[in-house]
């Protein structure tokens, strides 16, 4: 017979599933956004950062796809709806758009580890540990491409 703890622990996954799965709604967003973003960035000033874009593209692709794989393993059933992507005329617009939501990523992911962990799923924090790093690196780009400071995800520290 399943005991309290045992329910305790099951509305915890069910709970790690569905933030899970906003993930993959916001990795699907990227996915979106930087395919459109790469191309609509014109001229001779965004040239870099739109091929950078590009290489987001494919890493929100293999991030989606380990998240997608971590839900079905935990026994959910990954979302085919992604987070409502933001467009623009202007270059500058569009990249912020790409910076706060990889802020907003980055903010998230890190509660998830939290959570991954709580649960003893030490495989999936190390997992989600390696997607931070590279949120981190689109987070940079973006930044730096916009010629501002790395926005804080936290209040106190990085
Ligand atoms: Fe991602
Ligand atoms: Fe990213």
């Not at 915890?12 to 960035?41: F, G, M």
């Not at 802020?103 to 962990?117: F, L, P």
């Amino acid at each position: 017979m399943p005991g309290p703890k045992f329910e305790r622990n099951e509305e915890a996954v069910k709970s790690l599933i569905n933030a899970l799965n906003d993930d993959l709604a916001r990795e699907y967003q990227a996915i979106i956004a930087y395919t459109v973003y790469s191309n609509v960035l014109k001229g001779a000033q965004w040239m870099q950062i739109a091929a950078e874009l590009k290489g987001h593209a494919a890493q929100e692709l293999q991030h989606a796809l380990i998240i997608a794989d971590q839900i079905d393993y935990l026994g959910g059933m990954p979302t085919a709806t992604p987070r409502e992507v933001r467009l623009s005329e202007k270059p500058e617009d569009m990249i912020r758009f790409d910076l706060d939501n990889e802020t907003e990523t980055i903010r998230q992911y890190r509660e998830r580890v939290q959570q991954a962990e709580s649960l003893g799923h030490y495989a999936l924090a190390e997992q989600l540990r390696r997607i931070i790093t590279q949120e981190q690196e689109h987070q940079h780009d973006l930044a730096t491409a916009l010629g501002i400071d790395v926005p804080k995800v936290i209040s106190m520290g990085a």
